[in-house]
């Protein structure tokens, strides 16, 4: 037997591929390893490749002067099987080779006799799209049944035996659902675990959270390679930075593993092209990437929105019969003091982000400084608390002693309350007096306890990340009538829960570059279950001349994008807010520019 001129099997961890060179062999392991731009030198006999490109560079392997003495790690070689076949299936549905479609009633015998889950008319066509997709996405908005869709799919694939066992990583607001439509949908129960430990040999189904999945990786690695299974990611969108994050790292080294994949999320591309890569990325590794590259290589995103559209499945609002949202926004002017605070920190902060643009931390606190001084200064002082979202917590601005900056924080608190929950006030005040509840949004704690306070004639319900009794202020917004108002951040309430039978109304005191966050918040009181004739009212404050006027036109750019790819009108409509007068944090390259550019305007 001649020995192995190249030996390729797992690196270090399963998102990477070790190429090693045989005795005498090193010179052309050097010659190939250009050929993979995420190609990184380990010693003089091997290279590291990152799995994806590998997978979707097999072709360079043909170079090797001996192909026949390449030796692989059995283990990389199922890997590899399996993405080659799933780049072709996947190759023939772009090219109008998918299956015909699946009538009702065979849908039914698919799904088989353990399946007791009702299915409405969109939710069949979605469970038969994926069904003839070998993985699949679901970017149908919230309310739409994705969770029961994916129920679905796994029932379809577990009677024809193509898979065993079912794994769900989502948000931990997801579980309930899930535990509910599994518990629902079957006749025969499953053996469900939540995963706080170890997964059971046993366990049919296993559900974990993202926050935990690094941690379990090693384990959840071995337990889908034991036996056939499936894993679905529910709110996919937490993976959008792929590799680059944990999060998303995690999940692509799972996704190769498992014999079917299927992504859930109503927002797949909050901030652009690269977040859609990732999410296909994972679908469809080594072919997921470059499709999407392909689809929107010339710009014109209604013709890549068609090309992609057969591997995604997506039911819009319209679909739900919902009576569009009358979103408004309502620019508040400062007061001269206010103003004077305003420009003052964006003198402090200009010169340092300017003279940084590549320092990323930085640049995310002067946002967020930004936009505790376009609501109330008073929050600049204080800084946050640890219950805000981790890229939003910063300390207090410490402003040198004797500058203009110093003394304004010092003294404007005590003369006059921020315009935003002046207005807060009087649009909670008016929809109180005629019998309507309202859901105010801010991302900071510090304002959501204000705003408690200011509003305590009404009787508001508190939800951020640290409080002790979530669930009972849930319930008393929903039934008592003298609860006027809810109070939450889009981090805290943002996923997971809905109210759009209790309220209509909501105030966003201030919103950030996350596109995805602001479209999921929307989601809890516009969604299925609405009465045909309801108004939907969403307002959203703004401080002329400011952080906020960024923020506008980045997440106009944004929701656009999202609603051209998806070819849903609705969304791109959420992004052209029209104006109305007054009644009294990850950021992409886009949002760096913008923001440096408001910094070198505001600060000339």
Same mark, same amino acid.
Request: hydrophobic share 45%; net charge neutral.
């Given at each position: 037997m001649k020995q192995a001129s190249l030996r390729l099997s797992f690196s270090d961890g399963p998102l990477h591929v070790r190429l090693t060179a045989g005795a005498g062999w090193e010179s052309d392991l050097r010659r190939m390893a250009p050929k993979f731009r995420s190609a990184r030198q380990i010693g003089v006999d091997a290279v590291d490749v990152e799995l994806d490109e590998l997978l979707g560079s097999l072709v360079e392997l043909a170079s090797w002067p001996d192909p026949d003495t390449v030796e692989w790690a059995p283990e990389l070689v199922a890997v590899v099987t399996s993405a080659s076949a799933d780049a072709l299936h996947a190759e023939r549905s772009l090219h109008g080779g998918a299956t015909e479609a699946i009538s009702p009633?065979?849908?039914?015998?698919?799904?088989?006799?353990?399946?007791?889950?009702?299915?409405?008319?969109?939710?069949?066509?979605?469970?038969?799209?994926?069904?003839?997709?070998?993985? +699949?996405?679901?970017?149908?908005?919230?309310?739409?049944?994705?969770?029961?869709?994916?129920?679905?799919?796994?029932?379809?694939?577990?009677?024809?035996?193509?898979?065993?066992?079912?794994?769900?990583? +989502?948000?931990?607001?997801? %579980?309930?659902?899930?535990?509910?439509?599994?518990?629902?949908?079957?006749?025969?129960?499953?053996?469900?675990?939540? &995963?706080?430990?170890?997964?059971?040999?046993?366990?049919?189904?296993?559900?974990?959270? %993202?926050?935990? &999945?690094?941690?379990?990786?090693?384990?959840?690695?071995?337990?889908?390679?034991?036996?056939?299974?499936?894993?679905?990611?529910?709110?996919?969108?937490?993976?959008? @930075?792929?590799?680059?994050?944990? %999060?998303?790292?995690?999940? &692509?080294?799972?996704?190769?593993?498992?014999?079917?994949?299927?992504?859930?999320?109503?927002?797949?591309?909050?901030?652009?092209?690269?977040?859609?890569?990732?999410?296909? +990325?994972?679908?469809?590794?080594?072919?997921?990437?470059?499709?999407?590259?392909?689809?929107?290589?010339?710009?014109? &995103?209604?013709?890549?929105?068609?090309? @992609?559209?057969?591997?995604?499945?997506?039911t819009t609002k319209k679909e739900l019969g919902l009576k569009p949202e009358q979103t408004r926004v309502r620019a508040l002017a400062l007061s001269p003091l206010h103003r004077e605070v305003y420009d003052a920190l964006v003198s402090q902060v200009s010169n340092r982000s300017v003279s940084s643009p590549d320092d990323l931390r930085s640049l995310g606190k002067a946002v967020v400084y930004l936009l505790m001084a376009a609501t109330s200064p008073a929050l600049l002082s204080v800084g946050t608390t640890r219950y805000e979202p981790l890229a939003y917590q910063v300390p207090p601005l410490l402003a040198p002693v004797g500058t203009p900056l110093f003394d304004l924080m010092r003294d404007l608190p005590l003369y006059e309350l921020s315009p935003k929950y002046q207005e807060t006030v009087a649009i909670v005040a008016e929809n109180a007096r005629a019998g309507r509840k309202t859901l105010v949004w801010s991302t900071f704690v510090r304002s959501l306890t204000t705003l408690n306070e200011l509003l305590r004639n009404y009787s508001p319900a508190l939800v951020y990340g640290g409080s002790e009794d979530r669930e009972s202020s849930i319930a008393r917004f929903r039934s008592d009538p003298e609860c006027f108002v809810l109070l939450s951040n889009p981090a805290t309430l943002g996923e997971g829960i809905s109210l759009h039978h209790e309220c209509h109304d909501a105030v966003y005191v201030d919103r950030d570059f996350a596109a995805g966050r602001f479209l999921q918040s929307l989601d809890r009181i516009h969604r299925l279950g609405l009465a045909p004739d309801t108004d939907t009212r969403i307002t959203v404050l703004t401080s002329e001349g400011t952080i906020d006027d960024v923020v506008n036109q980045r997440l106009e750019l944004k929701l656009r994008f999202m609603g051209q790819i998806l070819d849903d009108p609705a969304v791109e409509r959420l992004g052209d807010l029209s104006e109305e007068s007054a009644i009294g944090g990850s950021l992409d390259s886009g949002d760096i520019q913008s923001l440096l550019d408001h910094l070198r305007v505001s600060s000339s």
């Open positions: 009633a065979d849908l039914q015998a698919m799904l088989g006799p353990n399946w007791i889950g009702p299915l409405t008319d969109f939710q069949q066509r979605d469970v038969s799209a994926l069904l003839s997709m070998r993985h +699949g996405a679901n970017f149908s908005v919230p309310g739409a049944g994705k969770t029961r869709v994916g129920a679905a799919v796994f029932s379809a694939a577990k009677h024809a035996d193509e898979v065993e066992r079912l794994l769900v990583v +989502g948000p931990k607001s997801s %579980y309930e659902a899930w535990l509910d439509e599994l518990d629902g949908c079957f006749d025969k129960k499953f053996n469900v675990v939540v &995963l706080d430990g170890h997964a059971p040999v046993s366990a049919d189904v296993v559900i974990i959270n %993202y926050e935990r &999945l690094v941690a379990s990786l090693p384990e959840l690695t071995r337990w889908l390679a034991a036996r056939p299974s499936m894993l679905i990611l529910d709110e996919a969108h937490r993976m959008k @930075l792929g590799a680059d994050g944990a %999060y998303g790292a995690a999940c &692509l080294a799972l996704g190769p593993r498992a014999k079917r994949r299927l992504i859930l999320t109503g927002t797949p591309a909050p901030n652009g092209v690269r977040d859609l890569e990732n999410l296909f +990325g994972f679908v469809w590794p080594g072919q997921g990437r470059q499709t999407v590259n392909r689809a929107v290589a010339d710009g014109d &995103l209604r013709h890549a929105s068609t090309v @992609l559209k057969p591997l995604f499945t997506r």
